[in-house]
């Protein structure tokens, strides 16, 4: 049974960083496309970023961009979010999405949460202004 667990989540200063963690057992991840997504209070989940298995290409929502780092660990199944110079609207709980691979995937496939095949139970960011 597949599983994702988030965590290193926290309370931060704005300006200040935190790198999440999703520890991703019970399959063979090496081939899965694997992404982060937040939800603030009262809004819809919504892309972060994705780092994909075909040649490992990343992709970040246009809000994150230059401020958030996506990369995987060496063995696959462990992906991590480092961000930086946080704000306030950065403030969500993040989630932790897995989905098998393939070619041909235009960057829209993995912004969409119903592409997704697993969810993590998500990690709360509260960034204080």
């Known amino acids: 049974q597949v599983q994702l667990v988030e965590s290193g989540g926290g309370l931060v200063q704005a300006g200040g960083s935190l790198r999440l963690s999703c520890a991703a057992s019970?399959?063979?991840?090496?081939?899965?496309?694997m992404a982060w997504f937040r939800q603030a209070p009262g809004k819809e989940r919504e892309f972060v970023s994705v780092?994909?298995?075909?040649?490992?290409?990343?992709y970040y929502a246009d809000a994150v961009k230059g401020r958030f780092t996506i990369f995987r660990g060496n063995r696959g199944n462990t992906l991590y979010l480092q961000m930086n110079r946080l704000k306030p609207e950065d403030t969500g709980v993040y989630y932790c999405?897995?989905?098998?691979?393939?070619?041909?995937?235009?960057?829209?496939?993995?912004?969409?949460?119903?592409?997704?095949?697993?969810w993590g139970q998500g990690t709360q960011v509260t960034v204080s202004s």
């Open positions: 019970g399959g063979t991840f090496s081939n899965y496309a």
């Open positions: 999405g897995a989905l098998p691979d393939g070619y041909g995937r235009p960057r829209d496939y993995y912004s969409r949460t119903d592409t997704y095949n697993y």
């Open positions: 780092i994909t298995w075909i040649g490992g290409a990343t």
